[in-house]
T-cell receptor, first 115, second 109 residues
Framework: DAGVIQSPRHEVTEMGQEVTLRCKPISGHDYLFWYRQTMMRGLELLIYFNNNVPIDDSGMPEDRFSAKMPNASFSTLKIQPSEPRDSAVYFC?????????????FGEGSRLTVL | GQNIDQPTEMTATEGAIVQINCTYQTSGFNGLFWYQQHAGEAPTFLSYNVLDGLEEKGRFSSFLSRSKGYSYLLLKELQMKDSASYLCAVTDSNYQLIWGAGTKLIIKP
């Protein structure tokens, strides 16, 4: 398996622009997680899906953030409008289980810089 | 509140042994993970402990004491490629994964 695939790897945009990050989980994994990582705050869970359904989005910072999973092999995280404080590395991860007793498989991340 | 404490940074010498500690205070406990993260890369799974004791996996071992809220990751025969951040994460009673800030390990020749 190719692992979790994220795109783009790097994104530089200006404040106010829309940003869309994409993720393809490992085939057969029913759970998909979006994380954000910064030096100040470490790894933060934004949202996770089970069988394409959002289960917990309490970590989504505000209404500017939205996530979708239209099918088992694709998810997007959208930020609109983007702000400089959104600059971070965004990781997508997938897992066979959601009860956090199983391994998370992370994608290589999307490094976002908002100017 | 829920809290996981790890040292921010540690330095060790190639070929030596290093122990990275993690203490946690969470609402319940359903397991503890260690992940390795090289600079600019994604975290990768190292170990999972749910029962007290030592789990050995090659050069890496992970220990857990639930009564003390304590774990450590032991790395033996250090290699330069072990330079990375090591993240401790705990699953609480609600099966939420709480992440530590990570320990940056620097290996010197």
């Amino acid at each position: 398996d190719a692992g979790v695939i994220q795109s783009p790897r790097h994104e530089v945009t200006e404040m106010g622009q829309e940003v869309t990050l994409r993720c393809k989980p490992i085939s057969g994994h029913d759970y998909l997680f979006w994380y954000r990582q910064t030096m100040m705050r470490g790894l933060e869970l934004l949202i996770y899906f089970n069988n394409n359904v959002p289960i917990d989005d309490s970590g989504m910072p505000e209404d500017r953030f939205s996530a979708k999973m239209p099918n088992a092999s694709f998810s997007t995280l959208k930020i609109q409008p983007s702000e400089p404080r959104d600059s971070a590395v965004y990781f997508c991860a997938s897992s066979l289980t959601s009860d956090y007793t199983g391994e998370l498989f992370f994608g290589e991340g999307s490094r976002l810089t908002v100017l | 509140g829920q809290n996981i404490d790890q040292p921010t940074e540690m330095t060790a010498t190639e070929g030596a042994i290093v122990q990275i500690n993690c203490t946690y205070q969470t609402s319940g406990f359903n397991g503890l993970f260690w992940y390795q993260q090289h600079a600019g890369e994604a975290p990768t799974f190292l170990s999972y402990n749910v029962l007290d004791g030592l789990e050995e996996k090659g050069r890496f071992s992970s220990f857990l004491s639930r009564s003390k809220g304590y774990s450590y990751l032991l790395l033996k025969e250090l290699q330069m490629k072990d330079s990375a951040s090591y993240l401790c994460a705990v699953t609480d009673s609600n099966y939420q994964l709480i992440w530590g800030a990570g320990t940056k390990l620097i290996i010197k020749p």
